[in-house]
């Protein structure tokens, strides 16, 4: 017991040894960066103000855009059809099926509205499903 103290002791005085020496060099590159880079920090720069955008207006013809473009993509003969409707009239118009990713794409909404439509027209019992993420439209 009496030699692992020893021995404690002895390893605490060369770390406190190192660390000392570690400071002074720490010291000494420090005062070398001082003495190299005094013309560095007496430079002024001058701020200038960033240009004011104007806000709201580019917004809402983006967003009437996109609305009429749905409207388009989603109505059948100048009809206004539900969410629903458009996914099952696309769903219907398909052969062998029609995988969500493609849903998606072909009526513009969200996964999430994708995602409800297909559930709510699975409980209506309007379409089926034929494999994981491909639905078909029920024969009545």
Do not use: H, W
């Not at 009239?89 to 297909?118: C, H, P």
């Amino acid at each position: 017991m009496e030699n692992v103290q020893k021995e404690l002791i002895a390893i605490s005085a060369s770390l406190l040894s190192l660390t000392k020496q570690v400071e002074k060099v720490a010291e000494a590159i420090e005062g070398e960066r001082e003495k190299s880079t005094p013309a560095q920090k007496t430079k002024k720069v001058k701020k200038v103000a960033a240009p004011v955008k104007k806000k709201g207006a580019p917004k809402k013809v983006v967003a009437k855009k996109a609305k009429a473009d749905l409207k388009a993509k989603t109505s059948t003969s100048g009809a206004n059809q539900t969410m629903l409707d458009s996914v099952l009239s696309i769903i219907g118009r398909s052969r062998n099926g029609i995988a969500v990713a493609d849903l998606k794409k072909k009526t513009a909404f969200e996964a999430r509205q994708v995602s409800n439509a297909l559930y709510k027209l699975t409980k209506k019992g309007m379409i089926e499903t034929v494999a994981r993420g491909v639905y078909i439209k029920k024969k009545k």
